[in-house]
């Protein structure tokens, strides 16, 4: 039992300590969930073979053991579990082990675009260390948003479509249709033409160009001042606030350099 505890206390310093070890262990996260998704962006335009699901094996293996170590010091391992990350972080962990069964389970891949939501941790650990990741961190998690977005509803197109579509045989016909659809370019030489496919179509359409408007929006205007007003807790104004526009109060912004 000693032992045990003595476990769950190094991985709690591990993930929530504050000193130079934890920080490498972060920052060791950090560069493993980059990797992770690149080799499943690059996975995806690649055909089945034994190196790739090797890949899938060792990836799925490290994804289990960052799962059950996280689980171990939770403190609600129910809640931890029912989280969209922790549902998101089996159903990847599934589909990367599924070879050692014996099963391709080739439509769980589609499942994989999910670590993608991983992202979201890379990005608020940068978004606390370094200040370019603070002054741009609206257009930076638009950016995220949508390249989340297009990542799965490609996979999802490629998965539902590429036994029955001629049209798409591959993830650079599903991406092509997928970024011709959120653009509402719509060339015309790739349809999905059953109800489901022209359903998938129709949420493309809707969610991808509110993404699409909404990163332009973010790109062109001014950027926000993130400041806590000390009054009344608002944290959002404009770029050359020197008072909160909701109270009143001097803000006494600390800009970088000053003293």
Request: contains cysteine.
């Given at each position: 039992m000693v032992a045990v505890g003595t476990l769950s206390a190094r991985i709690d310093r591990l993930y929530n300590g504050d000193d130079r070890t934890a920080?490498?262990?972060?920052?060791?996260?950090?560069?493993?969930?980059?990797?992770?998704?690149l080799f499943i962006?690059?996975?995806?335009?690649?055909?089945?073979?034994?190196?790739?699901?090797?890949?899938?094996?060792?990836?799925?293996?490290?994804?289990?053991?960052d799962f059950a170590a996280r689980m171990a010091i939770a403190p609600?391992?129910?809640?931890?579990?029912?989280?969209?990350?922790?549902i998101a972080d089996v159903i990847v962990i599934v589909s990367l082990l599924a070879p050692i069964a014996g099963e391709g389970l080739a439509f769980l891949r589609v499942a994989r675009a999910l670590r993608v939501f991983r992202s979201y941790r890379l990005i608020s650990r940068l978004r606390r260390d370094v200040p370019f990741f603070r002054r741009n961190q609206d257009t930076i998690q638009a950016v995220v948003n949508l390249f989340v977005f297009i990542f799965v509803m490609t996979?999802?197109?490629?998965?539902?479509?590429?036994?029955?579509?001629?049209?798409?045989?591959?993830?650079?016909?599903?991406?092509?249709?997928?970024?011709?659809?959120?653009?509402?370019?719509?060339?015309?030489?790739?349809t999905l033409a059953s109800p489901s496919g022209r359903l998938l179509a129709v949420v493309i359409m809707i969610f991808g160009v509110s993404l699409f408007i909404r990163l332009i929006q973010v790109i062109f205007r001014p950027q926000k001042l993130i400041w806590?007003?000390?009054?009344?807790?608002?944290?959002?104004?404009?770029?050359?606030?020197?008072?909160?526009?909701?109270?009143?109060?001097?803000?006494?912004?600390t800009h970088e350099g000053s003293l």
């Open positions: 920080y490498r262990f972060a920052y060791g996260l950090i560069l493993f969930d980059a990797t992770m998704i962006v690059v996975s995806s335009f690649l055909p089945r073979n034994p190196v790739v699901e090797a890949l899938d094996v060792v990836f799925g293996v490290f994804v289990l053991a609600n391992r129910a809640k931890e579990l029912t989280t969209p990350a922790g996979a999802l197109v490629y998965e539902t479509q590429h036994h029955s579509n001629p049209g798409i045989t591959n993830y650079v016909d599903a991406l092509y249709f997928t970024v011709t659809t959120l653009t509402t370019t719509g060339f015309g030489d790739i806590r007003c000390r009054t009344c807790g608002l944290t959002r104004h404009d770029a050359d606030a020197i008072h909160c526009k909701h109270c009143g109060a001097t803000l006494n912004v």
